[in-house]
């Protein structure tokens, strides 16, 4: 059963992604996420969403024309209408002046939306008895030592907040929800436009290759090397075009060593070069999305969307090893452009470079799991990126690449 709600909700991504590159159109600018209309995802009670679940669902409140990027389970819609009495017992929920509040469900139709998580089952070493996470949370570090916590992927439906009556039974809420989740003002495309922490990334040597900078106005991934070249800002039109082209070669990198299995080749020359690409045109756009830089689609890249829209529909895994393949990279390139911030920041007064919100709750290390803190899904549930590795936290830890000050 959960092998086919994984095979559907992969089948429904392919969808949206040949959506997305069938409106693409040559000779005007094409974005992934609409810069104007989109704002990070996030779900009704805690936390943000990351790597594949994030970008989905922003291609999906794009499509849907949604007013606010936040999501919620059935089940956890369904809370809105309680609140723990005196007792201790669930009653309906009420206002300030104890008057009960008006019921709050899906719409009629609202059809939903598949994200990935990490179920999480805590056993005990000594005695094999399961807890739940909560359960687990709330015990000291050295008790928790005795327990053996173990992740596995599943997937979740979940529904915006425009796909209910919180509008109008909850008014305030649904106020408030807009206010916090308005569209970021990104950076206009010009030269000025300044991404401190990628210029610290590239010169304390934070990335998993070198980077040798050229002058000839390209930037490209040498293989053989295991180095990205490129080129001063300059050569680029705006800094948004430079940042972005730089974080597809970053993607491209972090890829290099994947093997691919032969199915997902589609017969014809440069078949793996054209689905990486693909990878790189999306991790980039989410990186991008993340910290605030308009990302264009690559002109030279209109010449692979028919291959990717044909591959998207007939190659089965062709989707989920794009998006596992975004998840992954993205997720270390956020490690390391957080860190270089830190070094910025520690040598400049400024702001956080960073969305609103979205450091909370991030998929920081890649290990497809959230901080541990999250509350807002089930007892035995934390929100993951993608298909979990079913990785512990000082597991994903030893995975996470090295840099040096």
């Known amino acids: 059963m959960e092998k086919r709600r994984k095979e559907d909700a992969y089948e429904r991504y392919a969808s949206l992604l040949r959506e997305k590159i069938a409106s693409f159109v040559p000779g005007r600018p094409n974005y992934w996420l609409n810069h104007d209309k989109v704002s990070w995802p996030k779900p009704l009670y805690k936390g943000s969403y990351n790597g594949m679940n994030a970008l989905m669902l922003m291609m999906h409140c794009d499509k849907e024309g949604f007013k606010v990027p936040v999501f919620v389970s059935r089940e956890r819609l369904m809370d809105l209408n309680y609140q723990r009495g005196p007792d201790g017992?669930?009653?309906?929920?009420?206002?300030?002046?104890?008057?009960?509040?008006p019921f709050v469900h899906l719409s009629k139709g609202a059809r939903s939306f598949p994200v990935f998580l990490s179920q999480a089952t805590i056993t005990s070493k000594a005695t094999r008895e399961e807890i739940f996470y909560r359960q687990y949370m709330s015990l000291p570090k050295e008790a928790q030592d005795g327990y053996n916590v173990r992740?596995?992927?599943?997937?979740?439906?979940?529904f915006n907040v425009d796909q209910t009556n919180i509008p109008e039974a909850r008014p305030d809420l649904y106020q408030r929800l807009i206010d916090e989740n308005r569209p970021r003002l990104l950076e206009e495309d010009d030269r000025k436009f300044h991404f401190a922490p990628l210029d610290v990334l590239i010169g304390n040597h934070f990335w998993i290759c070198d980077f040798y900078p050229s002058y000839d106005g390209d930037i490209f991934y040498d293989v053989r090397a295991n180095r990205?070249?490129?080129?001063?800002?300059?050569?680029?039109?705006?800094?948004?075009?430079y940042y972005g082209t730089v974080f597809e070669k970053m993607v491209v990198s972090a890829l290099a060593g994947e093997a691919v299995r032969p199915e997902l080749d589609d017969g014809r020359a440069s078949s793996e070069y054209v689905r990486r690409e693909l990878a790189a045109e999306l991790g980039s756009a989410l990186v991008c999305q993340r910290y605030g830089i308009r990302k264009?689609?690559?002109?030279?890249?209109?010449?692979f969307c028919d291959r990717w829209a044909r591959n998207l529909k007939e190659i089965p895994e062709y989707g989920s090893s794009v998006l596992r393949n975004v998840k992954d990279?993205?997720?270390?390139?956020s490690v390391l452009i957080d860190c270089a911030q830190k070094v910025y920041l520690e040598k400049h007064q400024g702001d956080d470079l960073r969305e609103d919100g979205q450091s909370e709750g991030m998929d920081v290390n890649g290990d497809g799991v959230v901080d541990a803190g999250d509350t807002h899904y089930s007892a035995d549930r934390k929100q993951g990126s993608g298909e979990g590795e079913g990785e512990t936290e000082e597991e994903a830890q030893k995975k996470r690449p090295a840099f040096h000050r």
Do not use: C, H, W
């Open 89 to 101: 017992r669930s009653v309906p929920a009420t206002d300030g002046e104890g008057r009960q509040l």
């Open 329 to 333: 990279a993205t997720g270390r390139m």
């Open 151 to 158: 992740y596995s992927p599943v997937v979740e439906n979940v």
């Open 228 to 241: 990205i070249n490129f080129s001063l800002k300059d050569a680029f039109q705006g800094g948004n075009g």
């Open 296 to 303: 264009q689609l690559e002109p030279e890249s209109l010449d």
